[in-house]
C-alpha cells in the first residue's frame, strides 16, 4: 500500500474526526496467496471464467481480504504499531474485481473513556466507490 508515513497515536493523542488511508493495488498474485493461506479457493476469487459464470465481470478479491487490509491499516499504520482490535464488523456493498486499486480509510468516531478504546469508522473504496463499510473497536497503543 502506497502511504505517507505517520507516527504512532495513543489514545491520548488520538481526535475524533482523525484520519488516515492508504491505497494499493490488489493483484491475482495476492488473491492465489491469499486463497492459499486461507484454504478458500472458491473459483470465483481464483478464475475469471468462474466468476463470470457466477455474473461477477472478472475474478473477485475475498472480502475478507478487504477487512485484512483494513487490519493492517490500524495495526501498523494508523494508530499504528500496538494497536489492538477488539472487534472489527463490516458490510461487503460492491465486488472488488481482482487487479484493481482500493483505498482504505479510518477515521476515529468516539474514543471510549472507561475502556480506553477508541471506535473507528472503516471503509475500502474502489474507483471512488464504497466497497466495503464498517467500524472497529480497538486499544490504541500505549504511550
Not at 491475482?28 to 486461507?38: L, N, T
Amino acid at each position: 500500500m502506497s502511504e505517507i508515513a505517520v507516527p504512532r497515536h495513543t489514545y491520548a493523542s488520538l481526535n475524533v474526526g482523525d484520519h488516515f488511508s492508504a491505497t494499493r493495488t490488489v493483484t491475482a498474485e495476492d488473491v492465489r496467496r491469499f486463497a492459499e493461506v486461507s484454504g478458500d479457493d472458491n473459483p470465483i476469487h481464483l478464475d475469471p471464467e468462474a466468476a463470470r459464470a457466477q455474473g461477477f465481470p472478472d475474478a473477485i478479491v475475498h472480502g475478507v481480504f478487504l477487512t485484512a487490509l483494513v487490519s493492517k491499516v490500524l495495526g501498523r499504520d494508523f494508530p499504528g504499531a500496538g494497536a489492538v482490535a477488539v472487534s472489527i464488523t463490516c458490510k461487503f456493498l460492491r465486488p472488488v474485481p481482482v487487479d484493481s486499486e482500493v483505498t482504505v480509510e479510518v477515521q476515529v468516531a468516539e474514543k471510549l473513556e472507561r475502556f480506553g478504546h477508541v471506535r473507528m469508522k472503516v471503509y475500502v473504496y474502489r474507483a471512488g466507490k464504497m466497497a466495503m463499510g464498517g467500524e472497529a473497536v480497538l486499544i490504541p497503543p500505549k504511550d
